[in-house]
């Protein structure tokens, strides 16, 4: 028992589970926000153009008795279209050059290995075949005869 408990403390605190909660919260903010803007903003616009309240009466009929709003899929459409707006005008573009900000002042690497690192390489590949008793084991030991 204690074990699931301790593996629930650390899957709790990890910096996932964190982070994940950080952002509903923060998404849960913004939706508020981005609400807002679209009941006191964009809504009124709607009706003055449509003369409807909002999109979801927009488009709306009735057939044998089932009623069908496209103005309903719209408003959806819209509510999203305004949230992936604004959380990529918002959020993603500002990281991004946050990012290339950041990349910028860092040295890129190497495109390949340093003359000390090959120099090293070279050494332990010697030393690894005259640990396997290959051609120039020892330096100044004859060589093995070949047979031809």
């Not at 593996?7 to 926000?33: C, Q």
């Not at 999109?55 to 709003?69: K, R």
């Not at 005008?89 to 990281?95: D, K, T």
Request: with cysteine; proline share 7%.
């Amino acid at each position: 028992m204690k074990g699931v408990l301790n593996g629930f403390k650390e899957f709790v605190l990890r910096g996932n589970a964190i982070d994940l909660a950080v952002g509903v919260v923060i998404g849960t903010a913004f939706s508020a926000i981005i609400t807002a803007v679209v009941d006191g903003l964009i809504n009124p616009l709607i009706a003055a153009i449509f003369g409807e309240p909002d999109l979801t009466d927009v488009a709306t009929f009735e057939i044998n008795g089932a009623i069908f709003s496209l103005g309903l899929i719209l408003d959806a459409l819209f509510k999203f279209l305004c949230v992936a707006i604004a959380l990529y005008f918002f959020i993603v573009l500002p990281m991004n050059h946050l990012a290339a900000m950041r990349k910028k002042d860092v040295e890129p690497e190497p495109e390949a290995p340093a003359e000390d690192v090959r120099v090293l390489q070279e050494i332990r590949d010697l030393l690894a075949a005259q640990a396997a008793g290959g051609p120039g084991t020892a330096p100044g030991s004859p060589t093995p005869p070949r047979d031809l």
